[in-house]
């Protein structure tokens, strides 16, 4: 009963929304005939949708076209452009084709581009393209114009001289690094000059001039006129200098032009540890399962701090390395530290020499120790030996007083 009632209800309002569709169909069309009543009977117009404008030399000009049917009949109306200033070429077109007649429907318009095109000899004025459009019976007919004003091209003037680019005019990097930034020159003067290469950094700082990919250094360039060549400026920081950014100023000149580039060096700085003992011995004598103690020392010998600087160790099997601290947060350029190092044997090891390592990591630097540890026994065994041997020799010689007798 309910799917009955569902389908009853959708098909009425299927029925009403097509009632109400074809209600305003029938209405509109009844509106457009009556609009349609007030119109004359027959009405053209063709007219730009600029009549008048302004270009400069040797640019050519697009139009709208509004062709509209006034009447209450179609038309099919011919176009044409009836006047053409000298040194010009003019047409009415669509898309990509020429356009003669356009049909339009009644009080409908319809969009076409007029198309002017000056030649090389058309100079700065004043000049009228004349357009038509007619019925096809010539009955009815609408005429426009458009008018140009041609300005005088401006002249743009090159500027003289030299131009100097880079793409990359800051390059980044630790100070013992090698930088070579490209330069492209480019002689704007009329005639081959020969342009002196001179540079400006920081105190002690090694700067070079070099033709692109070749590694001899160079003084002058010569270049020909509207010639233009790449070139490489090579920059070798002063070994000791501190992280921060250095301007390198570039002058490239001559007689009759002179040109500037500011290049810029970041240097990160340097990163360099070290690591050892105070008294420069890398040996230790230890215990089998006692400890033994040892102080080294890290320092920053680098221009950067060094951070998270950790400790690691390289041991025989179940040996035991302890470090206090067991990182540094951070150390600063020429700081250094104290490490206690405590190594402890495993208790089976047997006397002689063995080899630990001890490392510390700073990221980007890591330092190695090599230490020789010799493994002693306990002096408690010792006694305990010259005890057995005295025994022993005791045994014998009261063996050999009591054999001796007999």
């Not at 990359?168 to 009329?190: C, H, I, M, W």
Request: proline share 5%; aromatic share 8%; glycine share 8%.
């Amino acid at each position: 009963m309910t799917r009955k009632v569902e389908r009853s209800f959708l098909f009425s309002s299927l029925f009403f929304i097509v009632v109400m569709v074809l209600l305003i169909s029938l209405n509109s069309s009844a509106f457009s005939e009556e609009k349609k009543k007030d119109l004359p009977e027959r009405g053209i117009s063709v007219s730009p949708e600029y009549t008048g404008i302004v270009v400069s030399e040797e640019e050519g000009v697009n139009i709208d076209l509004i062709v509209t049917n006034q009447g209450r009949r179609d038309e099919n109306i011919d176009i044409a452009v009836t006047s053409i200033p000298d040194g010009w070429k003019a047409w009415i077109k669509t898309y990509s084709f020429g356009v003669t007649g356009v049909h339009v429907e009644s009080d409908k318009s319809k969009n076409l581009t007029l198309r002017a095109q000056p030649g090389e000899t058309v100079g700065p004025g004043k000049y009228t393209i004349g357009i038509r459009g007619q019925t096809q019976d010539k009955k009815f007919v609408s005429t426009s114009q458009v008018t140009i004003e041609v300005k005088k091209k401006k002249e743009e003037k090159r500027p003289e001289g030299i131009k100097i680019t880079t793409s990359y005019p800051v390059l980044q990097g630790p100070t013992g690094a090698k930088f070579e930034f490209s330069l492209e020159v480019e002689n704007r003067l009329d005639k081959d000059t020969i342009f002196n290469l001179i540079s400006k950094g920081p105190e002690n700082w090694e700067i070079n001039f070099k033709p692109a990919y070749e590694q001899k250094f160079i003084s002058s360039l010569r270049l020909k006129a509207d010639q233009s060549q790449t070139m490489a400026v090579e920059v070798k920081p002063y070994p000791f200098a501190k992280p921060g950014t250095y301007p390198i100023l570039v002058k490239i000149s001559s007689a009759e032009a002179e040109g500037e580039a500011v290049l810029k060096v970041v240097l990160t700085g340097t990163y360099n540890l070290e690591a050892g003992t105070a008294t420069g011995l890398l040996s230790l004598n230890a215990l089998r399962g006692n400890k033994a103690n040892l102080s080294i020392y890290v320092q920053n010998t680098g221009s950067a701090p060094l951070n998270n600087l950790q400790f690691i160790s390289f041991k025989p099997e179940n040996w035991e390395v302890e470090f206090n601290p067991e990182k540094i947060d951070t150390l600063a350029p020429e700081q250094l530290k104290q490490v206690e190092v405590s190594i402890t044997p495993t208790d089976q090891a047997l006397v002689g020499d063995y080899s630990v390592g001890l490392r510390a990591e700073g990221g980007r630097v890591s330092k190695t120790i090599e230490l020789r540890v010799t493994v002693n026994a306990s002096s408690a065994w010792g006694w305990i030996g010259i005890g057995i041997i005295v025994f022993v020799m005791a045994g014998l010689v009261f063996l050999f007083i009591r054999l001796g007798r007999r």
